[in-house]
């Protein structure tokens, strides 16, 4: 059993507290797919990959992550992208790193003054956050079927933000997918 | 402040970089300025990472490492709070090692396991503090710094000490005296006066290289180092000859009893069937209360060996234990405690681990991961205690090994050496 617009695990099928509320904000649903749960083991993977920055780590779940993503079958797969001091100082974007051999498009960046990273803001915090990116450029995504990537799911408050700029460019439907939540 | 000095960190070149710090390149060619290796994990856009070291925290391309002098800011009023006696030997040994220090020079202490190593640093220790030196004890393994550290506690109970390894709870603090395992030194930049590198040949895999490159990294230019060792390996034994490298020799205990022999029996397929042989010296050990360790030569040996002697001996109690045993600490101290009378066990209990008074066995010694020097450390477990110097040590193997041979042959010849300075059976 799991919650319909996020996939967390609970006793009922119904919407979680957090999916709740974005349905109150008047969001659309991003039906998220996660692929495994945030536990001890995916903790530690975290750990070693993204903030010990162990990039060859990648690979481990590039298969099972690459096959989840074709069979949803959207038009464009976008990343969540990283902020610029990340790139200079992690080196990497930790999700294009998991979908790598994915044809995606990089249609978000970070704005400035932005840090990408949000591990450091508790969780109503992050929900209140305003919007933490812009468009690399102006794009026409009319009725174009898009699939967001993430490597973790907290709250939605990442996601969400960035669905909101891609159904400005006219999305038809914005779902999105996590390495776990 | 304080907790920097004498460190080295890795720093983003992104990052600003405080003033009056020194910073200097993470990779010059390819090669990793923290642990002298070359290899690489990749990046985006060209840049890379240093796989080697790792474990220590990332060194990047995108890096630089910064470095902090180290200003020997210690009282020098630390107390020696160890009474004994060296004996005779160990005092010759004791003095060379003050010697080193004043003339900060390399120096290898080449002594027999249970020669009283620990013992003979004290001085040498004593005197560097006094000069408000900063010093290191490191080991390529974390049991001889275990092992090693209440023994330093004990004798400088008022110098403030820290203890470094990869599984530490401590946090680091700034402290005249560091116990850690060789790899923490590449966290140091010139930081020590004095380093003394214990079981200096057990050093796993990497190889000497990333040692040696720890040891020049953490040390002062202007230092003293000491390795000790039972068992040098080659490159130690050849810089000795070529005379870079100062040695005191000391092939006698400290009790004055020489090494026990290792003795051999051939047996048939011991993983098949428990050997005769071996059960009715199992069954010697139920009645006389002896203890005693069984080596094993894989971790895949462990639960049917252990298995076999149960059933045999149910009421001798006993346990088994392997390097990544979660309950390892647990298990060897119940063995320290007596709580039970036999361990079987991998190679992981070869040294920096004593239990006074027990025998020992070996199944599989003619096995490949037994090496000459392992066979020799593994004898060396026997016989630690005054109370009873000597004791038995039986490899048992299938096969007449040449191996096993040369490890008798090496304990032969230090018994020899030690025979001569009046050591006794
Ligand atoms: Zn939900
Ligand atoms: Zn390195």
Request: aromatic share 8%.
């Amino acid at each position: 059993m799991g919650c319909l617009g996020c996939g967390r695990q609970q006793t009922n099928n119904q919407l979680c507290h957090d999916c709740y509320r974005w349905q109150q904000k008047g969001k659309k649903l991003l039906n998220h797919t996660a692929l495994y749960q945030y536990n001890d083991a995916m903790r530690q993977f975290m750990q070693q990959y993204k903030f010990n920055g162990d990039y060859d780590l990648r690979v481990i779940f590039n298969c099972v992550l690459s096959q989840k993503i074709n069979i949803l079958n959207a038009d464009i797969i976008v990343p969540i992208p990283v902020s610029d001091h990340t790139m200079v100082t992690r080196g990497f974007n930790q999700t294009t790193g998991l979908i790598e051999g994915i044809q995606y498009e990089q249609l978000l960046k970070v704005s400035a003054g932005q840090k990408s990273h949000q591990s450091q803001f508790n969780r109503k915090i992050r929900m209140m956050r305003k919007q933490p990116f812009m468009l690399i450029e102006q794009v026409s995504l009319e009725g174009k079927e898009i699939l967001l990537v993430d490597d973790v799911y907290t709250t939605g408050n990442t996601l969400y933000h960035a669905a909101d700029l891609l159904y400005e460019c006219g999305a038809k439907n914005v779902k999105s997918i996590s390495l776990s939540r | 402040m304080k907790s920097y000095y004498g460190r080295q960190l890795v720093h983003a070149k992104a990052n600003k970089v405080p003033e009056n710090i020194i910073s200097s390149a993470a990779f010059i060619g390819n090669v990793c300025q923290r642990c002298g290796q070359n290899v690489h994990g990749k990046l985006p856009n060209d840049h890379f990472y240093c796989r080697a070291c790792l474990a220590l925290g990332r060194v990047s391309s995108l890096d630089v490492l910064l470095s902090f002098p180290e200003p020997n800011h210690f009282d020098g009023n630390d107390i020696l709070s160890w009474n004994g006696q060296l004996t005779q030997q160990q005092k010759v040994v004791s003095d060379e090692l003050l010697e080193t220090l004043s003339r900060q020079r390399e120096h290898l202490v080449w002594a027999v396991t249970g020669a009283g190593k620990t013992e003979m640093l004290f001085p040498v220790i004593h005197q560097a503090l006094s000069q408000q030196y900063r010093i290191a004890i490191v080991s390529p393994r974390v049991d001889v710094i275990l092992e090693l550290t209440p023994r330093l506690q004990q004798a400088f109970s008022q110098t403030d000490k820290v203890v470094l390894h990869g599984a530490q709870t401590e946090e680091y603090r700034y402290t005249p005296l560091v116990l850690a395992t060789t790899h923490q030194m590449l966290r140091f930049k010139s930081a020590f006066d004095l380093l003394i590198v214990d079981e200096v040949d057990s050093f796993p895999y990497a190889g000497d290289q990333m040692l040696a490159h720890a040891v020049k990294n953490a040390r002062k230019i202007n230092s003293a180092v000491i390795y000790l060792s039972a068992t040098p390996t080659k490159t130690l034994q050849q810089q000795v000859k070529r005379q870079s490298l100062t040695t005191s020799y000391l092939p006698l205990r400290f009790h004055q009893h020489l090494l026990p022999v290792l003795k051999t029996a051939i047996v048939g397929p011991w993983r098949k069937k428990l050997p005769l042989k071996f059960l009715r010296q199992i069954k010697q050990f139920s009645q006389t209360k002896r203890r005693f360790l069984i080596f094993v030569p894989k971790v895949s040996d462990l639960v049917s060996v252990y298995q076999n002697i149960k059933k045999d001996f149910p009421d001798m109690f006993g346990d088994h234990v392997y390097a990544g045993d979660p309950k390892r600490q647990e298990k060897v101290q119940n063995m320290r405690d007596q709580m039970i009378q036999y361990l079987v066990t991998t190679t992981i209990l070869e040294r920096g681990v004593t239990f006074p008074g027990i025998d020992v066995l070996i199944l599989g010694a003619d096995e490949k991961i037994f090496s000459e020097n392992a066979l020799v450390q593994i004898a060396g477990r026997v016989g630690r205690n005054k109370d009873r110097p000597t004791g038995l040590v039986k490899a048992y193997i299938q096969h007449t090994n040449f191996k096993v041979m040369a490890a008798q042959r090496q304990i032969r010849q230090m018994n020899k050496r030690g025979r001569r300075l009046g050591g006794r059976v």
